[in-house]
């Protein structure tokens, strides 16, 4: 199955320097879908037909059945054939049946409990509907723009995963006035990165003998991810013998036991050993 977004979609990097403000571009799609009677994000019942390996297909009311991945249903319980499920058409993929992704029903609408989330800059919930030109549309109660530039991903294929999945954002635009919420994942995912570091940072002690993954090979050493925060192993510290390179002995991806020498807790800096132990 494909994973690309449709090609008249721009990749994530799109933002709204492209002269076009979030509220033009959701305003944009909203004109060109007003009048077509299958608008992707447009919630379908489908009825299950069969369930293979890899998909569950469907007749979703038109001449080619739909196919909605078996990982989509995160608790591992499968629908059978004859159950209704409520989705919504993302595309086409190779074969030539429609792409679906299951359809969260809209909370009732909601605008002072939006309002004051807007105001106290609170994290709330919401699910991806789906993708639209420059970003992602969002169930938060009401219909959202979340731009890609703050999906928290780096590329077209992470943010076409999001469709279906439920995600804490943050409101960063709201006219009630004409519905136009705007919402930012990325700012959450980036707070939520801080207080894990920050907490590992507390847990990390000198002494300690910890499992790290190798995340990046230097001429000097290697950056350690030792749960969440990085480390540098030295390569004075890789082995009592002489190395040239860090990357004569170690590889980026390679699971690694090292000894916590020190802890610049201003710098946030963390020296690792590996020939300590």
Same mark, same amino acid.
């Given at each position: ?42 919630? /379908? ?78 994290? $709330? ?17 009401? /219909? ?27 409101? $960063? ?11 930012? /994942? /990325? ?28 995340r990046s090979l230097t001429e000097y050493g290697a950056f350690v991810d030792v749960g ?34 020190? $802890? ?14």
């Amino acid at each position: 199955m494909s994973n690309n977004l449709p090609e008249s979609q721009p990749t994530p990097e799109t933002t709204v320097e492209n002269n076009e403000s979030f509220g033009e571009l959701l305003s944009q799609f909203e004109k060109s879908h007003s009048h077509k009677k299958d608008d992707d994000t447009k919630q /379908r019942e489908g009825t299950v037909i069969t369930v293979s390996a890899e998909f569950v297909f469907l007749d979703v009311g038109l001449k080619i059945e739909g196919a909605l991945p078996v990982a989509a249903f995160k608790d591992g319980e499968l629908p059978k054939a004859g159950d209704k499920l409520p989705v919504s058409i993302k595309g086409r993929n190779e074969e030539g049946y429609y792409e679906l992704s299951l359809f969260k029903i809209a909370q009732p609408k909601d605008w002072s409990s939006l309002e004051r989330a807007f105001e106290e800059k609170a994290a $709330i919930t919401g699910t991806v509907t789906g993708a639209i030109k420059g970003g992602l549309t969002v169930d938060v109660g009401v /219909r959202a723009f979340m731009p890609a530039s703050r999906s928290g991903v780096r590329d077209a294929t992470e943010m076409e995963k999001l469709v279906g999945q439920e995600i804490v954002c943050r409101i $960063i635009k709201l006219d009630v006035a004409d519905e136009d919420v705007v919402v930012d /994942r /990325r700012v959450v995912v980036e707070e939520q990165e801080h207080a894990q570091r920050e907490q590992r940072y507390s847990q990390v002690r000198e002494g300690d003998v910890v499992q790290g993954t190798v995340r990046s090979l230097t001429e000097y050493g290697a950056f350690v991810d030792v749960g969440g925060v990085d480390g540098l192993l030295h390569v004075t510290d890789i082995a009592w013998n002489r190395i040239s390179k860090p990357a004569d002995v170690l590889s980026e991806g390679q699971q690694v036991e090292v000894k916590v020498l020190k $802890i610049d807790s201003e710098k946030r800096r963390i020296s690792l050993g590996l020939k300590q132990l």
